[in-house]
């Protein structure tokens, strides 16, 4: 199963809204390389939502519905996908702890700070709960 970490800016639609919400649609992606990550996506698939302005993972989620056309998008190019709501981590990883971990050595995460949706292989998302203090 694939595993995917998503961005959002707190100030915008931070994970809080999300448990509050326990569903939303995730879309105003644009860049082309996010956007074939979001294509990727299917339901089921495992994400950690990531807060930009914190620079650090605080959340769980799932993908709830595999890509679909992003409603906003009068093109009719971009796609959407809707999350369902998991758990906080119990502490955030911040961007400078992952950084220190040698499995996202390489990781689009690090190479490309602003691409908002970013595949995670099932080492790192492993590292990433395992710092995130969430135990499976």
Do not use: I
């Not at 009719?76 to 992952?98: H, I, Q, S």
């Not at 950084?99 to 996202?104: C, E, I, L, P």
Request: glycine share 12%; net charge positive.
């Amino acid at each position: 199963m694939p595993f995917w970490l998503v961005k959002t800016e707190p100030s915008t639609y931070a994970f809080q809204d999300l448990l509050r919400d326990r569903k939303t649609r995730w879309d105003g992606v644009s860049n082309a390389q996010a956007q074939a990550n979001l294509r990727a996506m299917r339901e089921g698939d495992e994400v950690v939502v990531y807060h930009s302005g914190e620079k650090a993972a605080v959340g769980l989620a799932r993908v709830a519905r595999g890509a679909y056309p992003d409603p906003g998008d009068p093109a009719g190019k971009r796609v959407a996908v809707d999350l369902a709501a998991g758990r906080a981590l119990e502490k955030p990883v911040t961007l400078g702890v992952l950084r220190g971990a040698d499995v996202f050595d390489g990781s689009p995460l690090l190479r490309q700070g602003r691409l908002s949706v970013v595949p995670l292989s099932a080492a790192q998302w492993r590292v990433l709960l395992g710092l995130g203090g969430v135990r499976r």
